[in-house]
């Protein structure tokens, strides 16, 4: 598909006014994306497995208005007006206007909340904005008319079309958003061995998954709680001119080949290879780009060390990962919990910020309520 494919044909009915909701769930990268290019493609293909606790629930309440030739909304994040959202909203409605063409036609009131603290690190930005994109689609399934949709469908898109253009355009607010329409595993990439892959949108992993990969845990340490001193837009764009960039955007292609073998025998040893390696090349990027940065902290480390060594005594298959951040991400089969929750709550939870953490584990994507 091509990026025109997702202008809808002029709107044939009009809804005055209406409220949907969705609940979208966070993400995480086992193959990052780090390097994008205009408008929002990136640079190497990623893989995630979607999040099921950590999400975001956003109410869009839209009624119709006299277009001004500019955007009308307001932002309210758990029942307070949100201006500092403003400008992130603005850009993401301009990027996408060309694909929603009834949002000069409305006011919107954006409420939205998190299930995780604002304050925990962990970027909202990729359930937030799958939310909002989730909710601007079923408007639009609303306006279109019953013959003259993509896919068919009785007066509404079908299903394949409606969570693509959803990703779509969740990617046009925030990179990573595009992978957490669904899940369990989503590829975000041109990839030449994943049938179906696209620098446009994510699609689900069309391949078989071996049950050591069901219902995967991930337990996020909560390192530290502040603002990142560098956004992931900066770091994307240090991407640019940066002397290792293409080797790297070759290794992310070759990792998610290696995973397809993986995936399909349940070669946890092989994964963890791969997630570790994926997530120090993260931070290896932003050690060596310039301005050079370093985002972990000096409890990232020491919980890193710590797997390690829990790791080699009992030869449990718990591993971590990094995003763009402080925060660990720790990564294990369902069946070894309850050690790794022990481990986590005797050893790791003194590396902890306030000792938070959040148990979470794969998903399957959004659900509208
Ligand atoms: O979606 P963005 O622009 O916030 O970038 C996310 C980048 C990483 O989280 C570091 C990696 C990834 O693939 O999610």
């Known amino acids: 598909m091509r990026a025109k494919d997702f202008i809808p044909k002029p ?61 009308s909304f307001e932002v309210v994040l758990d029942g307070e007006k949100k201006d500092a959202f403003k400008p992130k909203i603005e850009t993401f409605f301009n ?40 909710c601007l689609m079923n408007i639009e399934q609303t306006l279109v008319a019953p013959h003259d949709t993509p896919g068919g469908g009785q007066g509404a898109y079908d299903e394949s079309y409606f969570f693509k253009k959803a990703s779509f355009l969740a990617r046009l607010g925030s990179g990573s958003a595009c992978r957490s329409v669904e899940g369990p595993l989503v590829v975000w990439g041109t990839h030449d061995k994943i049938v179906g892959s696209s620098d446009l949108f994510g699609v689900t992993y069309p391949f078989e998954v071996h049950p050591n990969f069901s219902n995967y845990q991930d337990v996020i340490l909560l390192v530290d709680k502040g603002e990142k001193q560098v956004s992931s837009s900066v770091g ?11 080797e790297r955007f070759h290794q992310a292609h070759y990792h998610l080949t290696a995973l397809k073998k993986i995936f399909k025998e349940g070669n946890l040893e092989a994964f963890i290879g791969i997630v570790e390696r994926e997530a120090l090349t993260l931070h290896a990027m932003m050690m060596t780009s310039m301005p050079y ?18 790791r080699a005594k009992t030869g449990l298959k718990v591993c971590f990962t990094l ?30 910020e306030n ?13 509208k309520l």
Not at 127 to 132: E, I, K, R, T
Not at 330 to 348: A, D, G, S, Y
Not at 355 to 367: E, L, M, R, S, W
């Open 323 to 352: 995003d763009a951040g402080a925060n660990v991400h720790v990564l294990f089969p369902e069946n070894e919990t309850k050690q790794v929750l022990e481990f986590i709550n005797n050893e790791l939870v003194a590396y902890c």
């Open 293 to 310: 940065f370093i985002l972990m902290k000096p409890n990232t480390l020491k919980i890193i060390n710590a797997i390690w060594s829990f």
């Open 11 to 71: 709107y044939q009915n009009a809804k005055i006014e209406g409220k949907v909701t969705w609940s979208s769930p966070s993400n995480i990268a086992l193959v990052k994306y780090w390097g994008k290019r205009e408008p929002q493609l990136p640079e190497n293909p990623s893989i995630s497995f979607t999040l099921s606790n950590c999400k975001t629930i956003t109410t869009l309440g839209y009624s119709k208005r006299e277009n001004d030739g500019k955007f």
């Open 95 to 134: 990027r996408v206007e060309a694909y929603l063409p009834f949002l000069k036609d409305y006011h919107f009131k954006i409420e939205t909340q998190n299930t995780f603290p604002h304050s925990s690190g962990i970027a909202s930005s990729a359930s937030g904005m799958s939310a909002l994109a989730l």
């Open 355 to 367: 000792g938070n953490y959040i148990c979470d584990q794969i998903g399957y994507g959004a659900k």
């Open 236 to 246: 994307h764009n240090l991407m640019r001119d940066h002397p290792f960039a293409q």
